[in-house]
């Protein structure tokens, strides 16, 4: 079977369409020619590569907590997407849940961008999180996870960190944020999604000096609790990227079929709800994504 026969979920991904839904006025980055990729054409992009699903991720650039380009993807495709909102910390339980019906099934905090106090402050939306089986969703950059692990691991909510956790890729495994985040694997309710290698590798395509940092991940967390992302359609990147390079590059750091299922598929599918229904919250119990990460 060909590896673009193979069944996948995209775990981070954007859609951005400022001709139906425009940018935030106060926006600090505002998305332009070949970076906006509207709902459609990422589905055109999902049939041609075989990806079946996919966790789209409100962005901080362009609509930060605006999340009606994100919203609208959910309802016209609620059997292919699940989404992560960007919310503001004060959000309302009721505000929350109703984004939980519509297919939101976490919410981004990007401390990478914004710093680290905004997520410090943000407890009682967590324990909110929690209360209705949703995700916190972490981007950090560098060796802020050193700092904020230890609060996260005290949280209720189960996590998803971006990207690896965007170490810095001279500075090796054992630096400090790194080294935070292969810790945090012992709390049992965090996924690490193996995505946004030029994010922070310092080599152009197949960005080498990130396989070390791959790899730890896998054997600190497991493809138990490892997802994959493409990052489509790509903001920011130092050079041009296309899909199906991306594909199989996961391909060579993970060789083995039956573990890029379990990452590629099987994860996801488990801990962000592609096999439920739009229009309530989990049928089980509302900790199911949290006992669900520390299976």
């Known amino acids: 079977?060909?590896?673009?026969?193979?069944?996948?979920?995209?775990?981070?991904?954007?859609?951005?369409?400022?001709?139906?839904?425009?940018?935030?006025?106060?926006?600090?980055?505002?998305?332009?020619?070949?970076?906006?990729?509207?709902?459609?054409?990422?589905?055109?992009?999902?049939d041609a590569?075989?990806?079946?699903?996919?966790?789209?991720?409100?962005?901080?650039?362009?609509?930060?907590?605006?999340?009606?380009?994100?919203?609208?993807?959910?309802?016209?495709?609620?059997?292919?997407?699940?989404?992560?909102?960007?919310?503001?910390?004060?959000?309302?339980?009721?505000?929350?849940?109703?984004?939980?019906?519509?297919?939101?099934?976490?919410?981004?905090?990007?401390?990478?961008?914004?710093?680290?106090?905004?997520?410090r402050e943000?407890?009682?939306?967590?324990?909110?999180?929690?209360?209705?089986?949703?995700?916190?969703?972490?981007?950090?950059?560098?060796?802020?996870?050193a700092e904020l692990g230890p609060w996260l691991a005290s949280q209720p909510a189960a996590l998803a960190v971006d990207h690896c956790g965007r170490p810095n890729s001279v500075d090796g495994v054992a630096q400090a944020g790194f080294d935070a985040l292969l810790r945090l694997a012992d709390s049992g309710r965090a996924c690490v999604k193996l995505s946004g290698w030029q994010k922070y590798s310092r080599t152009a395509h197949p960005y080498e000096d990130t396989r070390p940092y791959a790899q730890a991940l896998l054997r600190a967390f497991g493809p138990e609790h490892c997802v994959w992302g493409s990052d489509w359609p790509f903001l920011r990147a130092p050079e041009r990227l296309d899909y199906g390079p991306l594909l199989t590059l996961f391909e060579t750091i993970v060789p083995d079929a039956?573990?890029?299922r379990q990452i590629q598929w099987d994860t996801p599918r488990r801990l962000f709800g592609f096999d439920e229904a739009h229009g309530g919250e989990p049928a089980s119990s509302p900790r199911a994504r949290v006992e669900s990460l520390a299976s």
């Not at 981070?12 to 980055?29: A, E, G, N, Q």
């Open 49 to 119: 590569y075989g990806v079946r699903h996919a966790l789209l991720v409100g962005p901080t650039s362009g609509y930060r907590t605006d999340n009606r380009c994100l919203l609208d993807a959910l309802e016209t495709y609620p059997a292919r997407f699940r989404g992560i909102a960007v919310v503001d910390n004060d959000i309302s339980r009721g505000e929350l849940a109703a984004l939980r019906r519509a297919g939101v099934v976490g919410v981004a905090f990007n401390p990478a961008m914004e710093g680290i106090e905004l997520v």
């Open 258 to 260: 039956d573990v890029r």
């Open 122 to 145: 943000a407890g009682a939306l967590f324990g909110m999180l929690a209360d209705l089986g949703m995700v916190a969703q972490i981007q950090v950059a560098g060796d802020q996870m």
């Open 1 to 46: 079977m060909s590896l673009f026969d193979e069944d996948k979920i995209d775990c981070h991904c954007h859609v951005f369409d400022p001709i139906r839904f425009p940018y935030r006025d106060d926006t600090t980055y505002r998305p332009a020619q070949q970076e906006i990729g509207t709902t459609a054409q990422f589905v055109r992009v999902m």
